[in-house]
């Protein structure tokens, strides 16, 4: 299993750049890694599927059908998680509003779902496509055959499809294929979920002294969410302090702080500072001012899996912050 905790954001090759355009990429691989993916969000959080690319699926914390405009646009918030893993996830219910289906059925649901957006199906039930070469700038027309049982089958066993055994070989198809993940409606986190993040999250953070020096006697005495405040105040702080910003915060000084990473990077904004910028971002909007505004009763087990998670965006934070000054010593 690899955690994106072992790589650096400028030179992490865990994270495959697919596309560009691409809002999100995966922290890195394995299901423990996709279930803190999907726990980055309050529990409850439905995440809907945007897009699939070669075996990863796009999601938005948000329904759809409420937003206007581009729905990969960073002012969203994105995820994104590798099939494999969402089966493992399935598998052990730690996630619900999913379906493990076999490569036929994936297709066809892929090809219905291009009727429904307004592609034409001819007699054959296939599919006219007119696409544009990116080269040359101009269209051209192609075919997309229909999903069928008995080329599926008939690739699957090495075999020709034959009639006669049409029910037999169907079944053993469906029993013995590959399967893929069909999302019904939107994902979200069990409650069994839940608890395998809280119980794997107790006592494994790795914080600069700083900041350890502080919640420590917060910490002794059980206040809790006074200990994610204050750490949640010295991350400000401290970009403040490094940019010489002062009037900047939140999503503001967020944005100026990726910026500057984006240009120490040669200008590169590659998947690693995608990765950060999210996590920033959901941080800053679902712990730093959760805490900063109200008072907030959670147990051990809850303050521990917070810490684990802020302890992964210090280490960030000092990988970015190294990266835009090399010279500074910083958190030392």
């Known amino acids: 299993m690899k955690d994106y905790l072992e790589n650096n954001l400028f030179e992490y090759e865990g994270i ?62 994105h995820s994104a998680i590798w099939n494999e893993d969402l089966i493992e996830l399935h598998n052990r219910g730690f996630i619900t509003g999913t379906n493990l289906v076999t490569g036929y059925e994936w297709s066809l649901n892929k090809h219905n779902k291009m009727l429904e957006s307004g592609y034409k199906e001819d007699a054959n039930g296939d599919l006219r496509v007119s696409l544009v070469n990116p080269v040359s700038n101009t269209h051209f027309e192609t075919r997309i055959e229909k999903p069928r049982i008995e080329k ?55 914080l600069p002294h700083i900041i350890i020096d502080r919640i420590e006697p917060l910490i002794k005495i059980k206040y809790y969410d006074t200990a994610i405040r204050e750490v949640a105040i010295i991350f400000e702080h401290s970009l403040k302090e490094f940019h010489s910003v002062k009037d900047l915060i939140g999503e503001q000084l967020i944005d100026f702080h990726i ?15 995608k990765l950060y910028r999210q996590e920033l971002r959901t941080i800053n909007r679902f712990i730093r001012n959760e805490y900063m505004h109200w008072l907030k009763e959670i147990n051990e087990s809850q303050f521990n899996a917070i810490l684990h998670r802020q302890s992964r965006l210090a280490l960030f934070i000092k990988q970015a912050i190294t990266k835009i000054d090399p010279t500074r010593n910083f958190w030392e």
């Open 259 to 273: 910026k500057a990473c984006i240009a120490a990077n040669n200008n590169n904004y590659n998947a690693g500072i």
């Open 152 to 206: 599926f089958v008939s690739d699957f066993f090495a075999e020709d499809w034959d009639e006669q055994y049409r029910d037999e070989m169907i079944a053993d198809y469906i029993n013995n294929s590959e399967k893929y993940v069909l999302i019904s409606k939107a994902l979200r986190i069990t409650d069994s979920g839940l608890k395998e993040i809280l119980n794997s999250s107790q006592n494994i953070y790795d």
């Open 16 to 77: 495959r750049n697919i596309s560009d355009t691409c809002p999100i990429f995966p922290y890195g691989e394995g299901w423990l890694t996709a279930l803190r993916t999907i726990a980055n969000f309050p529990f409850g959080t439905d995440l809907y599927e945007i897009d699939e690319l070669i075996g990863l699926k796009i999601f938005i914390a948000r329904n759809p059908s409420n937003v206007k405009g581009d729905l990969f646009h960073e002012v969203h918030l």
